[in-house]
């Protein structure tokens, strides 16, 4: 999925959408955090089950959201199969290979579902706050939360040029199109495409230079005061869903302990 997507997909107004940006926030990225700490497969799926309805919620179509799902959910898989084989010593069955073999260990089993559920699970909760959420409004709440301005400023400047990069490679790949670039041979081709890509970073690398020098001439520095950018409180309704929400994830963290 192109990045410049997400406005178009996250135009809806569903309700999660309305949500305020402080508790979906708050709320999603505290599921994260503890979906890694739980040990209990089923406790997993049953918070990524909520996720898929999330996106049903949403109106995302799926076809761009398994495009976009793919390679954290392969690596999810690779995940699995090297924990597959090399974690464990009871050995369930193996796989010949000549004059090896591989063994396929019982606890290897047991944990590469685990880290894979994990994996599939987290992304996709950061998926349905990515799709539902300004960046601005993330970011916002972050800085709520006493996080390093330097760390804010960076991934709001990152989120906000990295369109400009996306526009300026895609530009450079038409213009190697229109020139029958890709009637090339392969090695031609990905010395092309390496061209490319290091274009885009000197390019990169420039413009971020200016854009900070531009804003220390105006006397910026990671100390400076901000105007806020909440000025309302969170609505009561979308402050009980807040605590809702938060009481399920509590309610997995003794699940997980206690069952």
């Not at 949500?19 to 708050?26: A, F, I, N, S, W």
């Not at 990225?29 to 049903?56: E, M």
């Not at 495009?67 to 193996?94: C, D, M």
């Not at 890709?182 to 885009?200: E, Q």
């Amino acid at each position: 999925m192109e990045l410049s997507s997400f406005g178009r997909i996250s135009g809806n107004k569903s309700f999660l959408h309305r949500l305020d940006g402080r508790v979906k926030t708050v709320l999603f990225l505290s599921a994260i955090i503890i979906v890694t700490f739980l040990t209990k497969w089923y406790l997993i799926v049953f918070l990524w089950i909520l996720s898929i309805i999330g996106y049903y919620t949403l109106g995302i179509p799926w076809k761009r959201l398994i495009k976009r799902l793919l390679i954290p959910f392969s690596i999810a898989w690779l995940v699995f199969v090297s924990v597959l084989f090399t974690n464990g010593e009871n050995v369930l069955t193996y796989i010949p290979l000549g004059a090896y073999h591989l063994n396929i260990y019982r606890e290897g089993i047991a944990m590469g579902t685990l880290l894979m559920l994990r994996i599939m699970a987290a992304v996709s909760v950061a998926c349905i706050l990515s799709f539902c959420t300004p960046m601005i409004e993330i970011l916002e709440t972050l800085r709520i939360l006493k996080m390093p301005s330097i760390i804010i400023d960076l991934a709001d400047m990152m989120y906000r040029y990295i369109f400009i990069i996306e526009d300026t490679g895609k530009n450079m790949r038409h213009a190697q199109l229109s020139r029958m670039g890709d009637r090339s041979s392969w090695m031609r081709g990905v010395g092309d495409t390496a061209k490319i890509g290091v274009y885009v970073i000197i390019e990169s690398l420039d413009r971020s230079v200016r854009i900070y020098n531009a804003m220390l001439s105006r006397g910026y520095n990671e100390n400076s005061e901000q105007a806020k950018f909440f000025t309302y409180s969170i609505p009561r309704k979308d402050f009980r869903f807040g605590i809702s929400g938060a009481a399920l994830l509590v309610v997995l963290i003794i699940a997980n302990i206690f069952i």
